[in-house]
């Protein structure tokens, strides 16, 4: 399973491009790569060689093996041979004083006699310094791998070649494995010391980058989370990923169905068999007592406190550090630093292949020694060690005592918001229990109630009410008075986003008052009124909420705000808030503010976690700010609180739709769309979509934006508040950026049916996608464009205008359509001071967004100011055709241009980009745009990165590459970029980096 593209790495790249750049100056050097077995040396190696081939470069190539006994000059040898293979001979001339000791390590360039030449390490590198700079080639590349195995000779050599190659043609590039004493590593220090060589030291991947590679090698665009689990052991080694995979694969535990790849969990694979090997060698070289002391501290785990071994292993202390010395000079082990005690296996699968390697019932009795001793050592078993004892308790097969752990570990990773923990660590309590042949049936119920508390507070209804009605069920038949724990069931169930589930939460929450009755438990009762209290607000029913959410407020301030009492004050405070919210933010804040402090002093995290996101939205509705929604964004990613994390990508994705960043856009309401599908919300998944969508459609991309919405009317057909969105805001823009202003009337008017429909559809819509937590979103900006279109086409503004207001869409960016819809309709009726103040507030309502919405608009309402003598239609006309022309939006600014000439105004020449157009260029017919899109090839960039910069579509893009492609008459885009590039004779080290990028990605199809 190798990987087909280079992960990462640019940053090294760079700096290999620029010493191979050097050496085609003659400013030649010598390169050190250096970094763990397996982190991909050898992989950029290749990318240098491949990036000199294409130069011309003369490249020869040799390494060093593992051996008992070196032998001199391998590496050399092999590569000399390398050379005379492809016919290389030693010039005359330049080279006959060293022909002789050449002949002596080449067959084919041997001469009679040549035996007796004098051979050194000085020789050999003049030799090898003469021939890399043979006339003829534009520089010369040699390579040497594996350096840490070399022959001194060879290592001789390398430090006769790195002290002269300053001035030279030449590019000495070498690896190396710097995590063991070597006679490598030490020329390497003492090169390096004396800057006669560069290091460049190869680290480890990061988790992106890993989940980015497994991708690549699997040839998917999306990773599986199974499959990430599988790559836990990697530690950012591109050789362990790959070797995972490659073992999963053969093992069928990562198996390639019809819709991609997933994981068989009844197969378990283990440490990849090549990586096993080298540990177990190392292993085997350990002392019997070394060997015992490091088996214990592979038990603990993968980072370890070496206090625990001497009762673990069952040796003394000094036993124990002397094996700890052992494996450590052996690369098994490393200290981790600050930190005086604790150790940790160099990487996740030494010590899972040790732990393999164990026999069932060795592993059994060392881990209950460990758990024995964790716990005498950390009593209460705090932070980690509560999960650790638990694992090793499971791996000594005292099954029960493990899962009442890691129920206990689940409870307090809940207070602490970290449900995505919580949840995993209750499952893996619940699996346990299961496998035990159920002997504890009131653990495992205790377990699964916490879970659904989880589930609950993370918002996956889907899941939730699947695992409450069999609980319920099977708590009558364990506990004779289950009404109380039922009931608390039952509210969880409501609580899990009533504002997608209204019904269920309905059908719960009544359940949960009967079991309540008769009970006179004032927790119940509190609880109850606060999850109604939520219910109502979600159902638009306001009165009815506030009163709830005081009432249950008041009885959890008469008990003292702790326990399930600030709970429930936390919950009432938030359905106080979001009421307040509609119409006095600063009441709404005071309210959050409060609940997030009795949230943080309680540690109820989640809450705290809601809250923060509460204020963070208070801020976005205030000012625009999206920093704090950011932020907590990445805490409720980072913490599992899906639901919140997706109303975050939501509410963001929606915001930056109507910037210029639409890329950010696309990518969060994608992120959306998956967290969406994960909880089961199909309302969260269509507007997810319809971003999406719009962005499309925004981009010029008619097909793409039709699909889509398509996509999203499949999933909830015949909602109203989907089709007013779908074809009064997508279809809309859709044929307006296409300048296509008569299909956008007739779809603004089918859609106004849709948007009447919404409005008089019971309270909807007030929970997390309401008017007043994302004003312009879904349908909310239909209103805003029909306002806009009935101006355009002589229709009833004032009415479309009213509609708005009575949505509560007379907001935000909607206020700038409905402002120049009303400056038609008073420059109609003659007030034409009015009518231009009005197109000013038009434009300053849209200023802090894209700037084509104010050039839409003003295309729009154009025609009116003209006839009716109002506001600058030749100025806004003007300005518009150039800005659509920047933005490729070709259409719109051909009408602009239109509307300008009908008015009898002079047009700007079309096609006009920003670069100056050079004779020969001009003599093949390119425009200035192309040429503009000519330059940023030659420079390497993709053509989505081009778009961006020019602000243009990707369609577009390509539709100028295609041209010149075809007036340059290349053969097809690659080609095109290496004629560009010599055209530009760009050889910044950024733009050649680039470009090689590029040259990648064109030759493996993906631009
Ligand atoms: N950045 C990367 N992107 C994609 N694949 C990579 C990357 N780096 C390494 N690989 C792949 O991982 C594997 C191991 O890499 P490589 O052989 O370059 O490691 P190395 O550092 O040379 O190791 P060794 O010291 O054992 O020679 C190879 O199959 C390689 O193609
Ligand atoms: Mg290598």
Same mark, same amino acid.
């Given at each position: ?205 990061a988790p992106r980058?890993v989940t ?12 599986p989370r199974a499959?990430t689990r599988l790559l836990a052991d ?67 785990g993968r980072q ?44 996740s ?25 964790i716990?005498?050592?950390h009593?209460g078993l705090p932070d980690v060690w509560c999960e650790l004892v638990a694992e090793l308790r499971a ?7 493990a899962a009442r752990l890691l129920l206990t570990a689940g409870r307090r990773a809940l207070r602490q918001g970290a449900l995505a923990s919580a949840i995993a660590v209750l499952r893996d309590a619940h699996k346990l229990l ?9 653990l495992?119920?205790h377990v699964e109630e916490v879970l659904a508390e989880a589930l609950a507070l993370s918002g996956d209804y889907q899941q939730l009410?699947?695992l ?20 608390l069931i039952?509210?969880r169930a409501?609580s899990a986003r ?64 702790s326990g399930w009492?600030a709970e429930v004050?936390v919950e009432?405070?938030d ?17 959050f503010?409060?609940a997030h402090k009795l949230a943080d002093k309680q540690a109820l995290g989640v809450w705290r976690i809601r809250m923060l996101h509460e204020l963070a ?11 704090a929604l950011m932020e907590v964004s990445e805490l409720a990613h980072e913490s599992g609180v899906l639901s919140i994390a997706s109303v975050i990508d ?21 992120r959306c769309?998956r967290g969406a599908?994960q909880l089961g919300s ?86 997390f ?67 231009? @103040?009005?197109?000013? +507030?038009?434009? &300053?309502?849209? %200023?802090? !967004? #894209? ?5 839409? /608009? =003003? ?111 290349? @053969?097809?885009?690659? +080609?095109?970029? &290496?004629?560009? %590039?010599? !055209? #530009? ?5 950024? /733009? =050649? ?15």
């Open positions: 399973m190798l990987c087909p593209v280079l992960i990462g790495r640019s940053a090294e790249v760079r700096a290999l491009t620029d010493e191979l750049d050097g050496a085609g100056r003659s400013d030649g050097g010598t390169v050190l790569l250096t970094g763990d077995a397996g982190v991909g040396k050898s992989r950029l190696v290749r990318e240098v060689i491949a990036d000199a081939a294409a130069r011309g470069c003369l490249i020869l190539t040799g390494r060093a093996t593992e051996s008992a006994v070196p032998v001199p000059f391998r590496p050399i040898s092999e590569a000399l041979m390398g050379a005379a293979r492809s016919g290389i001979v030693p010039d005359a001339r330049s080279t006959s004083d060293y022909r002789a000791a050449l002949g002596t390590l080449v067959p084919e360039w041997s001469h009679p006699g040549d035996g007796d030449a004098e051979v050194s390490a000085v020789i050999i590198g003049e030799a090898l310094l003469r021939m890399l700079s043979l006339p003829g080639w534009p520089a010369g590349l040699l390579v040497l791998e594996d350096l840490h195995w070399a022959d001194p000779e060879t290592l001789a050599i390398v430090e006769y070649l790195a002290d002269n190659v300053a001035d030279s043609r030449i590019l000495v590039l070498a690896t190396l494995r710097d995590a063991e004493p070597s006679a490598g590593l030490k020329l390497l220090r003492s090169l390096t010391a004396r800057r006669a060589a560069m290091r460049v030291h190869v680290r480890r991947l980058a980015q590679m497994a991708a690549a090698c699997l040839n998917v665009t999306e990773v499959v990697c530690d950012g080694l591109p050789f362990a990923v790959e070797e995972i995979l490659a073992a999963a694969v053969s093992s069928g535990e990562l198996v390639r169905g019809t819709v991609g790849w997933h994981v068989n969990n009844d197969v378990v694979t283990g440490v990849p068999s090549s990586i096993a090997g080298s540990v177990r060698n190392r292993i085997a070289g350990l002392g019997r007592q070394a060997r015992n002391v490091i088996v214990s501290a592979a038990v603990l370890f406190d070496w206090a625990l071994l001497p009762s673990v292993a069952d040796v003394g202390e000094s036993e124990a550090l002397e094996a700890l010395h052992e494996a450590h000079d052996v690369q098994l082990i490393e200290p981790v630093s600050a930190d005086g005690g604790t150790f940790r296996f160099r990487h699968l030494t010590r899972a292949a040790i732990v393999s390697d164990l026999l069932p019932p060795e592993l059994a009795s060392r881990s209950a020694r460990a758990a024995e001793a716990e005498a050592a009593p791996a000594s097969g005292q099954t029960v005592g299961a496998n035990a042949g159920n002997a504890e049936p009131a495992a119920m009410s699947l409450a009605e069999d609980l319920i069920a099977r708590l009558n038949a364990i506990d004779p008075n289950p009404r109380r724990r039922q009931a039952r509210i409501a009533p504002e997608d589930n209204a019904d269920a939460a309905a059908a719960h929450l009544s359940a949960a008052t009967e079991l309540a009755h008769g009970l006179d438990d004032l927790e119940l009762a509190s609880r109850i009124d606060a999850v109604g209290a939520r219910s109502a607000l979600a159902g638009g029913e306001l009165d009815q909420a506030a009163q709830l959410a005081h009432r249950s407020l008041a009885s959890a301030e008469a008990v003292g705000l009492a004050a009432s405070l359905v106080i808030g979001r009421r307040e919210r509609m119409r006095d933010l600063g009441a709404a804040r005071a309210a503010e409060r939205t208070l801020d976005m509705l205030t000012d625009g700010a999206t920093g939501l509410q963001l994705a929606n915001l930056w739709s109507l910037g210029t960043d639409l890329d950010r856009a696309l990518v969060t309401a994608q769309e599908a199909s309302r969260m998944d269509v507007m997810a979509i319809c971003l999406q969508a719009l962005v499309a459609a925004i981009q010029g991309d008619c097909r793409g934006a039709e699909s889509q919405a398509e996509r999203a009317e499949a999933i909830m057909p015949d909602d109203a508040e989907v089709l007013a969105t779908t074809i009064g805001q997508i279809r809309v823009l859709a044929a307006l950026f296409r300048d296509d202003v008569d299909r956008a009337v007739s779809y603004s008017r089918a859609a106004r049916v849709y948007l009447d429909k919404a409005l008089g559809a019971p309270g909807r819509g007030r929970g996608y309401s008017p007043s937590q994302a004003p312009v979103i879904a349908r909310g900006r239909s209103y805003g464009l029909h306002a806009l279109l009935q101006a355009a086409s002589d229709g009833d503004i004032s009415g479309a205008v009213a509609l708005a207001e009575t949505a509560g869409a007379a907001v935000s960016w909607n206020r700038g359509c409905l402002a120049y819809a009303e400056a038609v309709l008073e420059g109609k009726s003659g007030k034409t001071e009015r009518a231009t @103040a009005l197109a000013d +507030e038009g434009y &300053a309502w849209f %200023a802090p !967004f #894209a700037p084509w919405w104010n050039r839409l /608009a =003003r295309r729009l309402v154009a025609p009116a100011a003209l006839r009716d003598g109002w506001g600058e239609p030749v100025a806004w006309l003007r300005d518009a055709a150039a800005g659509f022309e920047g933005t490729g939006h070709d259409r719109l600014a051909a009408a602009c241009r239109g509307l300008l000439r009908k008015a009898g105004e002079r047009v700007p020449r079309s096609g006009r980009g920003q670069a100056q157009v050079p004779p020969q260029m001009r003599r093949l017919g390119v425009t200035s745009r192309e040429m503009d899109v000519y330059l940023l090839v030659a420079q390497g960039y993709s053509n989505a990165d081009i778009a961006a910069r020019l602000f243009i579509s990707p369609k577009t893009v390509e539709t100028h590459v295609a041209n010149l492609v075809a007036k340059t008459g290349q @053969a097809g885009r690659r +080609e095109l970029v &290496a004629h560009a %590039a010599r !055209f #530009a004779g760009s050889r910044s080290p950024e /733009a =050649r980096t680039r470009l090689t990028q590029v040259l990648e990605c064109v030759s493996s199809g993906c631009a």
